[in-house]
Nanobody, 124 residues
Framework: QVQLVESGGGLVQAGDSLRLSCAASVRTFSSYDMGWFRQAPGNEREFVAAISWSGGTKHYADSVKGRFTISRDNAKNMVYLQMNSLKFEDTAVYYC?????????????????WGQGTQVTVSS
């Protein structure tokens, strides 16, 4: 089982940038498709971004397209979420996720492991 630990959250102002990191504890990290999800208070967890095991395919939610970038470093067992032009509505707990059924399964939330989450708060 993959253990995932997120970091990089914090309190920022609208328009600022943040980079979230997710460290994976597994020897075969390069075989996992990875994703980022978020959950705001009172809302269900929603898909943000996903990246294939090779890094060659990426998908984004429409709400973050053009502002957020997902990337990975298989040599370091890390996945990142660069968030630019942050908006108040981006405020949420952000979760890292890992799966092996393909990037579309990750997008659907059908994953093998979740991280504990990191809080991102954007003040307007």
């Amino acid at each position: 089982q993959v253990q995932l630990v997120e970091s990089g959250g914090g309190l920022v102002q609208a328009g600022d940038s943040l980079r979230l990191s997710c460290a994976a504890s597994v020897r075969t990290f390069s075989s996992y498709d990875m994703g980022w999800f978020r959950q705001a208070p009172g809302n269900e967890r929603e898909f943000v971004a996903a990246i294939s095991w090779s890094g060659g395919t990426k998908h984004y939610a429409d709400s973050v397209k053009g502002r957020f970038t997902i990337s990975r470093d298989n040599a370091k067992n890390m996945v990142y979420l660069q968030m630019n032009s942050l908006k108040f509505e981006d405020t949420a707990v952000y979760y890292c996720a890992a799966g092996r059924g393909g990037i579309y399964q990750v997008k659907a939330g059908k994953v093998l492991s979740w991280g504990q989450g990191t809080q991102v708060t954007v003040s307007s």
